[in-house]
């Protein structure tokens, strides 16, 4: 059964980069027609895509949060990442990691890390 | 503002089907699948229906997905307790070219 494991640290200064990796287990990120990605929810509002990577090279990212984040995938280690630069108050949330199909576009998130709080504070 | 609009808040007494609804536009659910997640406070979201209309395996038969046009809806039947929680559409976006959500609702099982 495919598991999913967020960590990183769990407090930002504001303007730095938050960085967190997303371990995998029961399965290869190298293989199979998946996208990779992750989702946050910021405290009292709604899920938010963040983006998604396919193993293959492409990669999609919310266009409200583009210019400020890379995905990227560690083959060696089944895990993939995501660095958040130039973070605020905004920025803090509970970010999840997912996996989802690839239809021609990326279909649904499953499963589901159990997620990780980061706080953005100086 | 969340690209797709659900309601803020819907309630049921148990045994009641309730159906809740996402609202979007040609460049999402109009042209693309629709999938629901449910999210109890504190754990991942789950997902619920895929593509508009299928029950991934374990997901009972009490929910169900459906689309006409430019909207979609999920529906319950025979509410219960444990089905108080926070229930979010999303559907890929051709105009962004990204996975839009809804900005939930809120699910009270009275």
């Known amino acids: 059964q495919l598991q999913l494991q967020e960590s990183g640290p769990r407090l930002v200064r504001p303007s730095e980069t938050l960085s967190l990796t997303c371990a995998v287990s029961g399965g290869s990120i190298s293989s199979g027609i998946y996208f990779w990605g992750w989702i946050r929810q910021p405290p009292g509002k709604g899920l938010e895509w963040v983006g998604s990577i396919y193993h293959l090279g492409s990669s999609y990212y919310n266009p409200s949060l583009k210019s400020r984040v890379a995905i990227s995938m560690d083959m060696s280690k089944n895990l993939f990442s995501l660095k958040m630069n130039s973070v605020t108050a905004a920025d803090t949330a509970v970010y999840y990691c997912?996996?989802?199909?690839?239809?021609?576009?990326?279909?649904?998130?499953?499963?589901w890390g159990p997620g990780t709080v980061v706080t953005v504070s100086s | 503002q969340s690209v797709l609009t659900q309601p803020p808040s819907a309630s049921g007494t148990p045994g009641q089907r309730i159906t809740m609804s996402c609202f979007g536009s040609s460049s999402n659910i109009g042209g693309n699948h629709v999938n629901w997640y449910q999210h109890l406070p504190g754990t991942a979201p789950k997902l619920l229906i895929h593509s508009d209309n299928q029950r991934p395996s374990g997901v009972p038969d009490r929910f169900s997905g459906s689309k006409s046009g430019t909207s979609t809806s999920l529906a319950i039947s025979g509410l219960q307790p444990e089905d108080e929680a926070d229930y979010y559409c999303?559907?890929?976006?051709?105009?962004?070219?990204?996975?839009?959500f809804g900005g939930g609702t809120k699910l009270t099982v009275l």
């Open positions: 999303a559907s890929w976006d051709d105009s962004l070219n990204g996975v839009v």
């Open positions: 997912a996996r989802s199909i690839s239809t021609g576009t990326i279909a649904w998130f499953d499963p």
